[in-house]
């Protein structure tokens, strides 16, 4: 407590330093902060994708996929189904399924939901009032698809495959859920929780490069009415259907038993791999300059805080020589430079956090209710605030090495001869 004191009555004296090198801090680590936010989103999109990058390959109609309306009345439900016998029966599909999105609005009126589930489902700015959950609706074969291991629940039974629309179902929820519910609750009076799902992302559009956070989302079995239906089954062919191919898997030859009899839908396959890659990689370069900001913060920041540390020893020689006199050893001397410097770091810390959350707080606030997964995702969370903490450890310590050999130098009748 007593070197606290001293630090804090030190740093006040030394004001006009100490105020340069919280400036430094706030701007740095804000730089730091979101430029931690980009590369994790990198990492995260590269690691944790529920299905599997390497093998799974996406459906995605072309820019003429406008006519698909005029041309629906040129098919029926048996072509459809043929087309999907053919994909069972290539040796290149090890196994495929379509969906659809979905929202359950939430009952706001209801006494069973919690105020705060209301509130954190509420997405401004979306065209609805109502809080809802962003929903995947997966039919059978897209389940076994994702060959889910779920931490905790039983997860999704055959029979909620043949269920109507309207009838009660087991589902399974993002883990934000569990803080409301727990296994076998009901949501809407309709959903049972029958599983909470890992905190990944999963495709939720095939036609675009953001993904969808399972945290706060909801997988709900494909009623067996919608499934056999022929418009639901006409647009999830274009727009819903994912497969997981060998990795040799013709390409060429897939796509024509995907495309219907006579028709002018441009359709292609994306690897959700390549996909992904390609949504970091036109990213990336835009962060380079970032990148370069950052590690010369952080160089900037070791030499300015040995500077700085340097010309207070220089001020303070006569109250280092007496303390040094007295029987305070060198490393007490450095222990309390280091403790001075330590807590201009963290009020920098504090202060730089504060900067970056002003800074981008709508891209914070989109992030936290849309839930989505992409390169522009900002949050806060457990890897940023780690990557925090090992810039600022790497500050600290390189600089108190830095000023460690300077201070040993110092002679008692040297410092004594100093001005306060």
């Excluded at 931490?151 to 039974?157: A, D, P, T």
């Excluded at 089954?233 to 060998?246: A, C, E, H, W």
């Excluded at 450095?334 to 970056?356: D, K, P, R």
């Excluded at 806060?380 to 390189?398: D, K, R």
Aim: aromatic share 12%; proline share 3%.
């Amino acid at each position: 407590m007593i070197r606290l004191k001293a630090a804090v009555r030190a740093l006040r004296n030394r004001w006009f330093l100490s105020l340069l090198l919280l400036i430094q801090f706030t701007y740095g680590l804000s730089t730091v902060t979101s430029s931690g936010n980009i590369f994790y989103n990198f990492y995260y999109l590269l690691h944790d994708s529920l299905l599997d990058l390497d093998s799974t390959y996406l459906v995605v109609p072309g820019k003429n996929f406008g006519i698909a309306e005029s041309e629906r009345s040129k098919y029926d439900k048996e072509q459809i189904e043929a087309l999907y016998r053919k994909l069972d029966q290539s040796p290149d599909v090890l196994a495929y399924g379509t969906y659809y999105e979905s929202i359950v609005l939430l009952d706001d009126q209801s006494s069973l939901i919690d105020t705060r589930l209301l509130e954190g489902m509420s997405k401004r700015n979306s065209g609805l009032d109502d809080p809802y959950i962003q929903s995947i609706v997966i039919d059978k074969n897209y389940y076994s698809l994702m060959d889910l291991r779920l931490g905790e629940g039983q997860g999704l039974l055959p029979q909620d495959f043949e269920r109507t629309g309207q009838q009660q179902v087991n589902v399974l929820v993002g883990s934000y859920f569990k803080k409301y519910y727990k296994i076998g609750d009901l949501i809407n009076d309709q959903y049972r929780i029958n599983g909470f799902l890992p905190d990944r992302y999963i495709v939720n559009n095939n036609t675009t490069n953001v993904y969808l956070n399972l945290d706060k989302a909801m997988l709900i079995p494909m009623p067996i009415d919608q499934y056999s239906e022929f418009d639901y089954m006409y647009s999830r062919l274009f727009l819903g259907t994912v497969l997981k191919l060998r990795e040799d898997a013709n390409l060429d030859q897939l796509i024509e038993i995907l495309r219907l009899p006579n028709s002018k839908i441009d359709i292609s396959l994306h690897s959700l791999e390549e996909d992904v890659r390609t949504n970091i990689r036109s990213s990336i370069y835009a962060q380079i300059p970032q990148l370069i900001l950052a590690g010369c913060f952080i160089l900037f920041s070791v030499i300015s805080i040995a500077l700085a540390t340097i010309i207070s020893i220089l001020i303070r020689k006569r109250e280092f020589g007496i303390k040094l006199a007295v029987g305070e050893s060198v490393r007490g001397i450095w222990g309390q430079i280091v403790l001075e410097n330590t807590i201009i770091a963290l009020v920098g810390t504090g202060l730089s956090l504060f900067y970056f959350v002003l800074k981008f707080q709508r891209l914070l606030q989109r992030s936290s209710q849309y839930d989505m997964a992409s390169v522009l995702s900002f949050r806060f969370n457990a890897p940023i605030f780690l990557l925090i903490f090992i810039v600022l450890m790497i500050i600290i310590v390189i600089s108190s090495f830095v000023i460690y050999p300077f201070i040993r130098k110092q002679e008692i009748k040297s410092l004594i001869g100093g001005m306060e």
